[in-house]
C-alpha cells in the first residue's frame, strides 16, 4: 500500500495580540490554533517532528501511519509561551525553524516576562525548547534579510507615512535584531526619513545592490525637502552604488547556511540536517549550497507546492540527493465575521483536505463555485 500524502502546515506566530506587531499578518490567536489542533486530533493525524518523520521513512514505516507536520518559522518566543504546551495538551509534537540572528541572549521566559508573549526565542528558550521534545529547533538560516537588488528607486523610507519596511533597520542594527519588536519606535528611527528604497527581494537568492552614503545623503536631503513626489529626480542621479560580485553573493549564500547550521549543532549539541530559506527565497544554485551544507531536506516556496511529499521523501532517503518538501499555509482571510475558532477548524480542514485531495474537499470547492456563479448575477444586478 503506498504512503498517504503527509501535510506539512507552515505556521508562524500563535498570538493572542496579533495587531501588536507588522508581523501579527503571519499569526493565529491561540482559539483559532487550537481549532487546527483539534481538526487533526479528530481526523486521526499523528504529529510528530521533522527528524522523526525522517526515521520513520528511513524505517519504512511511512505507509503504516497517518502523519503531519505542524512547522513554525522564525523562532517566536511565543512558540514557548503558548504553542508548546497547547501541543502537548494535544498529543502533538512540531518543529520550530529558527533565524540566528533574531537569537538573543538570557534565561528561559514564562508569560509574565513577557507582556504581549511577543520576540523571538533565546538560546536558552531554543535548548529549553529541543531537550522538551515538543518542539525540535531546525536552520531558517542567520540573517533573513531583505536586500536591495536594483539602482532604481521606488519609494522613499517614511515610517510617518505607515512604512512597511520594517526590515531596513535591520540592515543597520544587526546586534538589535532578537529585540527590534519591543519598541517598535525606537527600531523605525534607526533608519533616516528619505533612505531610498530600491527594488527588493530576499537576500538568499538575490545579488544584492549597496547604495554608497554619499546617495543615501542626497536622497534624505531631497526627501526633506521635495517629500515622496520626487522619485525621478533622485533617480536620474548617475552613481548611486554598487553590486555585490557573484563571487561576493556565494561567499554570503554559504555563511547563511552553514553559520547557522553550525551555531545551532554547538547551542543543540545535535545535527541540524533540515532546513526552510526564509519567504521560500532560493534558486538551484542555493539547493546544491544546502545539499553540499549537509541539509537532508528544504522546505519548498509556495509556488512550488504540489502532493507527494512521501515519494521525494523515500527518494531523497534512496538517492542521498536533498529532498523538496511541500507546505501548506493555512489563510486566515475569511470573512471577520466568521472569526472564531469554527472558522479556523474549517479553514484549516479545508486547507489540508485539499492537498489530499480529499472527496470532502472537491465537493466542497464544487459547492462554493455554485454559490459564487449563484451570487454573481444578483451582484450585478444590485450593482447597475
Ligand atoms: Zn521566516
New binding site residues.
Given amino acids: 500500500m503506498p504512503a498517504a500524502d503527509i501535510p506539512i502546515i507552515m505556521y508562524?506566530c500563535v498570538n493572542d495580540q496579533l495587531d501588536a506587531s507588522p508581523l501579527g499578518f503571519l499569526g493565529f490567536t491561540p482559539n483559532e490554533f487550537r481549532a487546527h489542533l483539534s481538526y487533526f486530533r479528530r481526523r486521526g493525524f499523528e504529529c510528530v517532528t521533522l527528524p522523526e518523520l525522517w526515521a520513520i521513512a528511513e524505517a519504512g514505516d511511512l505507509a503504516d501511519r497517518r502523519l503531519a507536520l505542524l512547522t513554525f518559522?522564525?523562532g517566536y518566543l511565543d512558540n514557548l509561551l503558548i504553542v508548546a504546551e497547547m501541543l502537548e495538551e494535544f498529543g502533538a509534537k512540531g518543529t520550530v525553524?529558527a533565524?540566528l540572528d533574531f537569537v538573543g541572549s538570557g534565561g528561559v521566559r514564562a508569560g509574565a516576562d513577557a507582556p504581549g508573549a511577543w520576540g523571538y526565542l533565546n538560546e536558552s528558550e531554543l535548548r529549553h525548547l529541543d531537550q522538551r521534545g515538543t518542539l525540535d529547533i531546525q536552520c531558517?538560516t542567520m540573517t533573513?534579510d531583505t536586500v536591495f537588488v536594483s539602482d532604481r528607486v521606488i519609494d522613499f523610507y517614511d515610517p510617518a507615512r505607515g512604512s512597511s519596511y520594517f526590515w531596513l533597520p535591520w540592515h543597520l542594527d544587526r546586534a538589535g535584531k532578537p529585540s527590534w519588536m519591543n519598541d517598535l519606535t525606537a527600531h523605525y528611527q534607526k533608519v533616516k526619513r528619505g533612505h531610498p528604497i530600491f527594488e527588493y527581494d530576499r537576500a538568499i537568492p538575490s545579488r544584492q545592490f549597496k547604495p554608497s552614503d554619499d546617495f543615501i545623503g542626497r536622497s534624505v536631503d531631497l526627501f526633506a525637502r521635495h517629500g515622496p513626489d520626487c522619485l525621478a529626480e533622485i533617480n536620474a542621479v548617475a552613481d548611486k552604488g554598487s553590486f555585490e560580485t557573484v563571487a561576493e553573493w556565494r561567499k554570503r549564500v554559504e555563511y547563511e547556511l552553514t553559520e547557522s547550521k553550525t551555531r545551532l549543532e554547538s547551542l543543540l549539541d545535535k545535527p541540524i540536517e533540515f532546513l526552510?530559506f526564509?519567504?521560500g527565497g532560493y534558486n538551484d544554485e542555493c539547493v546544491e549550497a544546502a545539499e553540499t551544507c549537509g541539509y537532508k531536506a528544504f522546505m519548498l516556496a509556495s509556488r512550488q507546492r504540489q502532493s507527494g511529499n512521501p515519494k521525494r521523501i523515500m527518494d531523497g532517503i534512496r538517492s542521498g540527493r536533498i529532498a523538496g518538501l511541500s507546505r501548506l499555509s493555512i489563510t486566515r482571510d475569511y470573512p471577520s465575521a466568521l472569526r472564531g475558532e469554527r472558522a479556523a477548524y474549517w479553514s484549516c480542514r479545508f486547507a489540508v483536505e485539499s492537498y489530499l485531495k480529499s472527496r470532502w474537499a472537491r465537493w466542497a470547492t464544487g459547492m462554493a463555485k455554485l454559490v459564487r456563479g449563484a451570487l454573481r448575477p444578483m451582484v450585478r444586478r444590485r450593482g447597475t
Fill in positions: 508562524h518559522d522564525d525553524f533565524t531558517h533573513h526552510c526564509p519567504g
